[in-house]
């Protein structure tokens, strides 16, 4: 198994991504974010809608849902980079969102850039050089309707090997 799928495994196994997540995430940790579904192309991340998430107006809060659709991108990032020799860094380097109906349910975000993903990682790996990536998130409600769309552009590093 390689490491990507190890850490997408890691990712699937409940527990040890709430243990994850606290350490490394923990605003999502308490908004109760949780991956759905990792595959080698597509990240799903839902938010529950509760108090931690919502606003004022009676709908889910846009920092929520942007922290949400960072997730669904940033999973597929993170099990491409894991273990990599050399290490690789990422960043979101832009991010735009375009909100379409008020968010009064859970919201599965899903990302389906995973292949594109993978390839700028290999990409900034093999040349050294940054590379970039458009990565979409689309968060949808309950009743299927589209409440948002969030478009991240990603940056890949390859760090420099030391000399021993």
Not at 27 to 37: H, K, L
Not at 82 to 102: E, I, T, W
Request: net charge positive; proline share 2%.
């Amino acid at each position: 198994m390689d490491k990507a799928e190890h850490f997408r495994q890691t990712v699937r196994n409940k527990l040890k991504f709430k243990l994850f997540m606290l350490k490394e995430l923990p605003s999502a940790f308490f908004s109760g974010i949780d991956v759905t579904e990792i595959t080698e192309e597509k990240a799903v991340v839902r938010i529950p809608f509760k108090f931690l998430t919502k606003n004022p107006f009676k709908s889910m809060y846009f920092a929520s849902q942007a922290m949400a659709a960072e997730l669904a991108t940033g999973i597929l990032a993170l099990s491409q980079i894991s273990g990599r020799n050399p290490k690789v860094s990422m960043l979101v380097f832009d991010m735009n969102a375009h909100f379409s109906k008020k968010a009064r349910t859970a919201v599965n975000f899903t990302c389906k850039n995973g292949k594109e993903i993978k390839a700028a990682v290999e990409k900034t790996v093999k040349t050294g050089e940054g590379v970039t990536v458009e990565a979409k998130s689309v968060g949808i409600d309950k009743e299927g309707d589209v409440v948002s769309e969030f478009t991240f552009i990603w940056t890949f590093k390859a760090k420099n090997k030391k000399a021993s």
